[in-house]
């Protein structure tokens, strides 16, 4: 059994949850990490496929967003630093290209720590897409809050809780 966690990041915090949902994930069996830029339009063929993105505007990046951000990694007073494979394409242009079917997924996002009525969730977006392409959510999409453009230290605890939690699941299914 196999799982690859497939991710968009511009400052490093939705990698880094991408990363410990893996450290989870990675206690019970083969996982790989990936960014959307390297995946390609296949949807992967593994047991549980967990993709995520920062939430921008209310949704999923956009190329005039992704510029944004970049613009804003200039700015010294935002101490920021932009990902080595951003800001490339997004999860939005990859949803859009995808070629097969996909198969059993969990959505996630990173997100301002306020209430999602005001910020939105990418993956909320990730997940309608992915069931409308034919695809079965194996859980409830799932934000991971950002505050100072920073993650704390529970939410990485909280990611990596939840790729166990999601594995052992998948594996009770399969079993049924």
Do not use: C
């Amino acid at each position: 059994m196999s799982a690859v966690v497939i991710y968009e990041s511009m400052f490093g915090a939705t990698r880094m949850v991408a990363e410990a949902l893996a450290r989870g994930i990675g206690r019970h069996t083969d996982v790989t990490v990936v960014n959307v830029n390297t995946v390609g339009h296949e949807f992967p063929v593994a047991d549980l496929v967990l993709v995520g993105a920062p939430t921008h505007v209310h949704g999923l990046s956009s190329p005039t967003t992704r510029d944004q951000a970049v613009i804003w990694t200039k700015d010294p007073a935002r101490k920021l630093t932009l990902e080595p494979e951003a800001p490339g394409s997004g999860v939005r242009e990859w949803l859009e290209g995808l070629t097969s079917r996909p198969g059993d997924f969990v959505a996630f996002d990173t997100r301002a720590d306020t209430a999602e009525l005001l910020t939105g969730s990418a993956a909320k977006h990730i997940q309608k897409a992915l069931k409308k392409a034919g695809g079965h959510a194996q859980s409830e999409h799932e934000s991971f809050l950002v505050h100072d453009n920073s993650l704390d230290s529970s939410e990485l605890e909280r990611a990596e809780a939840l790729g166990e939690r999601l594995w052992t699941e998948q594996l009770s299914a399969a079993r049924s």
